[in-house]
């Protein structure tokens, strides 16, 4: 049975490195905040357009890591090469064709959604350049997915935090014009955020070449496209990438929603989603080191612990989010303050702040258990859970914010919905366990 202490040592690597990269998030949303509201929205609305189109790719790497970890824990580490590399192989094909189609209906696509000229023209002039991202960060997730499928998780912290010192750097040169550039403002924002991604892809590769044994992971050949094993990973990536991409869309609803209301209410939720994802760091390193857990110990043929693994694992999330929401609610002002001057700007979002603090609690057992989920392999059950709990979750936010157009903190509510119908479902689903003779 994996102790605390394994899963601290596997998990913690990954928590510093989703630190690292969401210090960009962060970073950002802090900068742009000390521009204009207008500034922070659009950021808000293009950045979470290209992150729609990230986790496709992020979904694939998923299922590409499940089956990694489960060769890891066969111990057929010479199969995991052709994983990987046909995973790059499909990747780089998706990011050509996805750069294409944003660039040709971003505009047209979001003069549909976007009520407001001002928004809708700084949002397409950041996706312009910030869509030149995708070449790198698709090729990201699948160096993640294979250090994190052979529990390699250190070398994410330090990946992770090249990507945020040059994002920080530059983003601080190009958006208020420093070191003689001119000040780019919210294309500044964009190009910093494209190279601290090139930055993460070279640092992989140098790392890979210098430390890690190719020939035992079968890297030191060359492979030709293999549609059969192709399709092999996207049997188990295909409901991953759905279910992520389903479950980001939504949550791009969610802010059209806030961009409806009104202008102000749009940054509000700018700066409420960049905590609230810095408060789900631990959570997902938490979720994400379950899914490579529960993956291994199935290969390795240790069905018997895979519940207990899930229990633990959700016991020290929530244990850990609990201390997070109290300190966040303790010192809200403090924290807002990291995003923006402005101090109506910020009594406005306190009150959301205490609302994503009680869902992060119910989201710190949810989401580990999810995962668990998607760790057995069957990752078509883990769709069906995120399309049943996205139906109820863009039916609460089209009345309460289309609808009623009510405040900001009651629309973050939805949060608890979406965690609390998945945590069910999932537990049900684990408890049954109809898993136990998945093949991948």
Not at 55 to 66: P, V
Not at 102 to 127: C, G, H, K, N, Q
Not at 410 to 416: A, K, M, P, R
Request: aromatic share 12%; glycine share 8%.
């Amino acid at each position: 049975m994996f102790n605390h202490k394994h899963i601290w040592n596997i998990s913690y690597p990954i928590f510093l490195s989703l630190l690292a990269q969401n210090i960009i998030n962060v970073t950002d949303t802090a900068f742009l905040g000390r521009i204009g509201e207008v500034e922070l929205g659009a950021s808000a609305l293009g950045g979470l357009v290209y992150i729609c189109a990230f986790t496709l790719a992020f979904g694939f790497s998923t299922g590409s890591q499940i089956v990694i970890a489960r060769r890891n824990g066969e111990q057929e580490y010479g199969r995991i090469g052709a994983v990987m590399i046909q995973g790059i192989f499909f990747l780089i094909s998706m990011a050509i064709i996805i750069f294409i189609l944003v660039r040709l209906l971003a505009a047209p696509m979001m003069s549909m959604l976007v009520s407001s000229s001002a928004i809708l023209d700084a949002t397409v002039e950041f996706l312009n350049l910030r869509v030149f991202g995708l070449f790198f960060s698709f090729l990201n997730v699948m160096f993640r997915a294979f250090f994190v499928g052979v529990t390699r998780t250190r070398v994410l912290t330090i990946n992770a935090l090249l990507m945020a010192i040059t994002n920080i750097i530059l983003d601080y040169i190009l958006i208020f014009g420093h070191a003689g550039f001119p000040a780019m403002g919210i294309k500044g924002a964009a190009i910093a955020s494209v190279c601290a991604e090139a930055v993460s892809i070279l640092f992989f590769v140098l790392y890979m070449c210098l430390t890690v044994d190719l020939k035992k992971y079968g890297l030191n050949r060359i492979y030709a496209p293999d549609l059969r094993l192709l399709k092999r990973i996207l049997g188990t990536s295909i409901f991953t990438m759905l279910q992520q991409f389903i479950s980001m869309s939504t949550f791009f609803f969610f802010f059209i929603a806030m961009e409806h209301i009104g202008q102000r209410e749009l940054a509000v939720a700018n700066i409420i989603r960049s905590i609230y994802v810095v408060m789900f760091i631990p959570v997902n390193s938490l979720s994400t080191a379950v899914n490579s857990l529960v993956s291994n110990a199935i290969g390795a043929g240790r069905t018997d612990q895979v519940t207990g693994i899930i229990k633990k694992v959700a016991l020290l999330s929530l244990f850990i989010m609990a201390g997070c929401a109290v300190v966040f609610c303790l010192i809200p002002e403090a924290i807002l303050s990291i995003y923006t001057n402005s101090q109506s700007l910020i009594a406005d979002s306190i009150p959301s702040i205490y609302t994503i603090s009680g869902a992060m609690l119910i989201c710190a057992a949810g989401s580990v258990v999810f995962n668990g989920v998607s760790g057995t392999g069957n990752t078509l059950a883990a769709l069906k859970f995120e399309v049943v709990t996205l139906v109820f979750y863009c039916t609460f936010i089209y009345i309460v914010g289309i609808r009623l157009k009510l405040p900001v903190h009651v629309c973050f509510t939805s949060e608890i919905i979406y965690f609390g119908l998945l945590l069910v479902m999932s537990a049900v689903y684990i408890k049954k366990g109809r898993w136990k003779n998945k093949k991948i």
